[in-house]
T-cell receptor
């Protein structure tokens, strides 16, 4: 049980921002929120993670709701290379349970 | 700094044979995780190991599958008497001893059972 809920698929236009939502209403106080993505025929790639505060890195931003029951991964300017399956995962050190993720398509 | 190395990248076995998949974690990483991905599905956790110890094997099938991470050398995922349903991509990930959960994944080993 992944314990997170994501839309099955989303579409975006190249050069536009993308907001990928995730619900994790049963998250515990010690669980981090992790985002990974998987390009076709490749291994998953770490994107970002956070606990309570919003986080930014060179790949994306993570906005975490105040009650921590949901979060949003923000890609500021989508490129064709961002087309992938994006996984939102709640957990701490140890095994991370991947759900089905959101398949992001980017149109030129 | 080399990433997580998995080999072989592709492996073909006939039903009943054994498959051995190897994973060398990133330098300085002492935690290894194995995941399985069936075609068109998400990743399923199998096992979490530290050097010489199995920490969590809750995702491992009860029979035919075993994993080890010896003091020296790579982690090995071993599948005995393979069946067609074992055909999948097997991903290994590693993490440092005191990380916050970030996993570094390898490119995977793709097992095909004929």
């Amino acid at each position: 049980d992944a314990k997170t809920t994501q839309p099955n698929s989303m579409e975006s236009n190249e050069e536009e921002p993308v907001h990928l939502p995730c619900n994790h209403s049963t998250i515990s106080g010690t669980d981090y929120i992790h985002w990974y993505r998987q390009l076709p025929s490749q291994g998953p790639e770490y994107v970002i993670h956070g606990l309570t505060s919003n986080v930014n890195n060179r790949m994306a931003s993570l906005a975490i709701a105040e009650d921590r029951k949901s979060s949003t991964l923000i890609l500021h300017r989508a490129t064709l290379r961002d087309a992938a399956v994006y996984y939102c995962i709640r957990g701490s050190q140890g095994n991370l349970i991947f759900g089905k993720g959101t398949k992001l398509s980017v149109k030129p | 700094n080399a990433g997580v190395m998995q080999n072989p990248r592709h492996l073909v076995r006939r039903r009943g044979q054994e498959a051995r998949l190897r994973c060398s974690p990133m330098k300085g990483h002492s935690h290894v995780y194995w995941y399985r991905q069936l075609p068109e599905e998400g990743l399923k956790f199998m096992v979490y190991l530290q050097k010489e110890n199995i920490i969590d094997e809750s995702g491992m099938p009860k029979e035919r599958f075993s994993a080890e991470f010896p003091k020296e050398g790579p982690s090995i995922l071993r599948i005995q008497q393979v069946v067609r349903g074992d055909s999948a991509a097997y991903f290994c990930a590693s993490s440092p001893p005191k990380g916050t959960g970030e996993l570094f994944f390898g490119e995977g080993s793709r097992l095909t059972v004929l």
